[in-house]
């Protein structure tokens, strides 16, 4: 069974940057399609940026030319590059597979961006 485990937020001022990272446990990792959700106060998880099993990658428009997501298989991570990032952009940030699966849900990492 894969678990997933996000590292890297934090609090940023505007226009400044963090990477997340998220460790996958399981050896099936490389075969899955990988993605970043975030959510914000009072709504629904939704996707961020995407990222096939051969690095293909697909961002949501709010968040494309600012985040880049990539992978390293051998490593069984994934990260997400946040540049200017924006008080709106504060959020609990998760990864999971794409689609995603209830069981892979973690506890997620915290991004705040102040004003």
């Known amino acids: 069974q894969v678990q997933l485990v996000e590292s890297g937020g934090g609090l940023v001022q505007a226009g400044g940057s963090l990477r997340l990272s998220c460790a996958a446990s399981g050896s099936i990792f490389s075969l899955k399609a990988m993605a970043w959700y975030r959510q914000t106060p009072g709504n629904q998880r939704e996707l961020a940026a995407s990222?096939?099993?051969?690095?293909?990658?697909n961002y949501a428009d709010y968040v494309k030319g600012r985040f880049t997501i990539s992978r390293d298989n051998a490593k069984n991570t994934v990260y997400l590059q946040m540049n200017s990032l924006q008080p709106e952009d504060t959020a609990v940030y998760y990864c999971?597979?794409?689609?995603?699966?209830?069981?892979?849900w973690g506890q997620g990492t915290q991004v705040t961006v102040s004003s």
């Open positions: 999971n597979t794409n689609p995603a699966l209830y069981i892979y």
């Open positions: 990222i096939t099993r051969g690095g293909s990658t």
